[in-house]
């Protein structure tokens, strides 16, 4: 679904980034490299850090100038760790992720990286039609280059999904807590386990008969926010009726 | 902001992996690293990775287990790259971030890294409240550990400024799942409850110690589902004890 998203890694330095960019794209679903002048391409650092991404760096292109690089992009988008000041707009990833979703939907985007050192050239900038600014902290900038890759490349999937699912399923909400089709425990379930739970503890003396509410409110309070499942009550009803037998028998 | 979020490694064996987490921490402002047997520390390749966030390996904590990372922590977090068959909630990362801003506001959080090879045991997903699901291509899923951290921590402070930015308050959410203000039962106590509630199970032989794991997963699915409040896991643990001491003066 991303294969119009064109990952373009400029001057990089330090090979290993370069594979662990191939890995960050791939574990997202994008597939398309190009490298600006590289340092160092092939190297054995980068197919170590790629780590079964493999295939990404042997289709990557190698160019020798933005110009080639951006040869077919219709929108580009520069990664930044700081804000600058500039007049092309400058969005968080989650609007950047948006944008190429659903305002520029199946356009050949380029996403632009800079040096390790310094970032993008005032040139490069030029280039872009945003900034991307993965906001971090003011007093440490540094974002390695591969892990701004998998910041990007992960916020881009992650909406893409989001998307997908407010199409599919409207205003379904997923509901998480419990095994989505396995049966609740029944209201007859949850008394008979109160009342057996009740007269469990007034057995061994931990439940004053002629004073039980409070404590039966707090357990009340646990055990109802669970929404436990008819498996899972009849788990609990077990363990009672063990100990129950056991004492019996003793 | 975020100094009560501990970062969890467990059993790294690639040091260059501790040493980029940290720097993937400390751009998006998080600080507090534990190590659980690291196979190398501190190395080279480490300081090397991380790149300007040395403090952060130097405060890191290191220890022997899982108990140990989490015996403070309120509510913990396991990453995953996979969706798995289990019964504990299972959120993808904006979700976690909103979960972390909003409803666990303030409290002890602690975020779960497998093995680079493995990931997360069933004992150690057992200790999660819950999964934290960065939904990788279904056919490469193999998601560098530094990156996840990165994932991780940047979801939390971009949640985190957008809330800023529209000015969400805790308040203006409606938690229903926790008391407002009481402290959750720290790890250290949930353990201690699941510990006293198998010897049970195994005094009154509904337990079979040779084969304890599939009901014990079940009820710490149970009981991990919730976040209990400390004052209600004491009267757990007060109904187990009162069981105990009634048995063994019988």
């Known amino acids: 679904v991303f294969d119009h998203i064109n990952v373009v890694l400029i001057a990089t330095t330090h090979s290993g980034n370069i594979g662990a960019a191939a890995r960050a794209m791939k574990t ?6 190009t490298l600006v ?16 991404a493999q295939d990404i760096l042997e289709n990557a292109r190698v160019v020798t ?23 092309c ?24 990286f800079g040096r390790e ?34 910041v990007l490349s992960y916020e881009l999937r992650s909406s893409f999904l989001y998307a997908q699912q407010h199409n599919i399923k409207d205003s ?28 469990l503890m007034v057995e061994v003396e931990y439940l004053d008969p002629k004073n039980p509410r409070f404590l039966m409110r707090r357990l009340h309070n646990i055990f109802n926010r669970i929404r436990l499942t008819q498996s899972e009550i009849n788990i609990l009803l077990g363990i009672l009726a063990a100990i129950k037998k056991y004492l019996s028998h003793k």
């Open 28 to 33: 997202m679903g994008l597939s398309r490299l």
């Open 37 to 52: 002048n590289p340092k160092t391409f092939p190297s054995e650092e980068a197919t170590a850090r790629a780590s079964g």
């Open 65 to 87: 100038s933005l110009d080639q690089a951006l040869f077919d992009s219709e929108v580009v988008f520069g990664a930044s760790a700081r804000l600058r000041n500039l007049s």
């Open 89 to 112: 707009p400058c969005i968080p990833p989650r609007e950047y992720a948006e944008k190429i979703i659903h305002e520029h939907t199946g356009r050949n985007i380029a996403l632009l």
């Open 117 to 150: 050192s310094s970032g993008l050239t005032n040139e490069e900038l030029d280039r872009c039609h945003y900034l991307v600014n993965i906001q971090t902290t003011e007093d440490f900038y540094s974002l390695n280059i591969a892990a701004a890759v998998q």
């Open 172 to 199: 379904n909400k997923l509901d998480i807590t419990t095994e989505s089709d396995e049966a609740l425990a029944s209201g007859k379930s949850m008394q008979h386990f109160y009342q057996s739970l009740e007269s």
